[in-house]
């Protein structure tokens, strides 16, 4: 099963409670973070130094967190990928890895 992506820390605020987020941009001080708890992500703007970010332990990309088995999301994957391309073509569970 696919694990915790390495693209999403916890962000955590001077004032604000702690979220899960993609950084966007670093510069001149300030950071643009999208935060991973709104459909569609949010984009966030801090001072650097009113924000800190350590490593993600528990946020799960949606569908991972949907307790799919493997073959299943395979299937779901196999299904978008057909309606876009028009063309057949099995998803293996190696390829979600």
Do not use: R
């Not at 099963?1 to 820390?9: A, G, P």
């Not at 899960?20 to 935060?35: L, N, Q, R, T």
């Not at 946020?59 to 307790?67: E, F, N, R, S």
């Amino acid at each position: 099963m696919m694990s915790v992506t390495c693209y999403v820390q916890e962000y955590t605020p001077k004032n604000g409670a702690s979220f899960p987020g993609i950084e966007k941009s670093k510069a001149g001080g300030m950071v643009e973070v999208w935060d991973m708890t709104t459909n569609p992500a949010q984009l966030k703007t801090f001072k650097e130094s009113e924000v800190t970010a350590k490593a993600n332990s528990t946020w799960k990309h949606p569908p991972t967190a949907m307790g799919l088995e493997d073959q299943e999301l395979a299937d779901i994957i196999a299904y978008v990928k057909t309606m876009s391309t028009g063309k057949a073509k099995e998803v293996k569970i190696e390829e979600l890895h």
